[in-house]
């Protein structure tokens, strides 16, 4: 089983920039796939990024393509989440996910996931 554990949420203006960090730890298979979800109040699951083992290959839904950043570094464990020009509708939890071989946007493909980062975007 893999353990997730997200971090650097927090409050931020509009316009403004967070880095959401997720960490992979446990019994982590050798080539997983690595999702970000965001689930505001009130509202369904939402599929925001993900990206294979390598960092050679990702995707973006609607909603994060052109602001959010996606990125997987020589520590393939740790995945990076760089979300720009926040607004107040990206306020919501922030989950990472984890699932076998190669991407994909569906939440119900991903077994493995964290508790959730919260991002509020408030003036």
């Known amino acids: 089983q893999v353990q997730l554990v997200e971090s650097g949420g927090g409050l931020v203006q509009p316009g403004g920039s967070l880095s959401l960090s997720c960490a992979t730890a446990?019994?982590?298979?050798?080539?997983?796939?690595v999702g970000w979800f965001r689930q505001a109040p009130g509202k369904e699951r939402e599929f925001l990024a993900a990206?294979?083992?390598?960092?050679?290959?990702?995707i973006y839904g609607r909603s994060a393509k052109g602001r959010f950043t996606i990125s997987r570094g020589d520590v393939r464990t740790t995945v990076q989440l760089r979300l720009n020009f926040l607004e107040p509708e990206n306020t919501g939890n922030y989950y990472c996910?984890?699932?076998?071989?190669?991407?994909?946007?569906?939440?119900?493909?991903?077994?493995?996931w964290g508790q959730g980062t919260q991002v509020t975007v408030s003036s």
């Open positions: 990206i294979n083992w390598s960092g050679s290959y990702s």
């Open positions: 446990g019994n982590t298979p050798d080539d997983y796939a």
């Open positions: 996910a984890a699932k076998l071989d190669v991407v994909r946007s569906a939440d119900t493909e991903y077994p493995c």
